[in-house]
């Protein structure tokens, strides 16, 4: 089974510029979640998919963060325009649910550094 | 406010012996609480989920339990190896949360040799 996909790995951009990120989660999982990792930090949940609904999005910064999950698979989520402070790993994760399943599998994360 | 405490620093056990991390949390009701393994450059990945009418959960060399009037998890690894040489998070998931997990520091553990 393949795992959670993101793209890019890295991206080194100025501050003030936009960014995208892009993730495939695994096949069949209806909830997607995007985090944010700050270097010594635990991962901070930004915002969640059930299926192309938006389940909480309460800690996502919503004047320059903005996610979409259009056809209830894949997902990005932009920064428009990027702090220093958004430095961060952003990480991907997706659950299934079924038969009660609360396993959230994690891609690999794309690391950003806001130069 | 909410918080979920870790170690902030790292763990540092002899190759053989029992490491035992420690996740304690204030002002939280969770219904299950999980724990995952986290490799440099590498997203978590998960380790065991303990609910909270259950005291104790076992998975080969680990196990984790969940004292709900102390709020606090412990997380063993027995016979630990220089290959659990890892970060490991704690999450906390509340009731009707949605699945919504909100996760601890994070402890560093190394195993030597």
């Known amino acids: 089974e393949a795992g959670v996909a993101q793209s890019p790995r890295y991206k080194i951009i100025e501050k003030r510029q936009s960014v995208a990120f892009w993730c495939n989660p695994i096949?069949?999982?209806?909830?997607l979640y995007w985090y944010q990792q700050i270097l010594g930090q635990g991962p901070k949940l930004l915002i969640q998919f059930q299926n192309n609904g938006v389940v909480d999005d309460s800690q996502l910064p919503k004047d320059r963060f903005s996610a979409e999950r259009l056809k209830g698979v894949d997902s990005t989520l932009k920064i428009q325009p990027a702090k220093l402070e958004d430095s961060a790993v952003y990480l991907c994760?997706?659950?299934?649910?079924?038969?009660?399943?609360?396993?959230?599998?994690f891609g690999p994360g794309t690391r950003l550094l806001v130069l | 406010s909410q918080k979920i405490e870790q170690n902030s620093e790292a763990l540092n056990i002899q190759e053989g012996k029992t490491a035992t991390l420690t996740c304690n949390y204030t002002?939280?009701?969770?219904?299950?609480l999980q724990w995952y393994r986290q490799d440099p450059g590498r997203g978590p990945v998960f380790l065991l989920l303990?609910?909270?009418?259950?005291k104790e959960k076992r998975k080969e060399r680990l196990k984790v339990t969940f004292d709900t009037t102390l709020k606090q998890s412990l997380f063993h690894i027995t016979a630990s190896q220089p290959a659990d040489s890892a970060t490991y998070l704690c999450?906390?998931?509340?009731?009707?949360?949605?699945?919504?997990?909100?996760f601890g520091t994070g402890t560093q553990l190394k195993v030597e040799l």
């Open positions: 096949s069949g999982h209806a909830t």
């Open positions: 303990i609910r909270e009418n259950e």
């Open positions: 002002n939280y009701s969770p219904a299950y």
């Open positions: 994760a997706s659950s299934s649910w079924k038969g009660g399943e609360r396993t959230q599998y």
């Open positions: 999450a906390l998931a509340l009731t009707g949360g949605g699945n919504k997990l909100t």
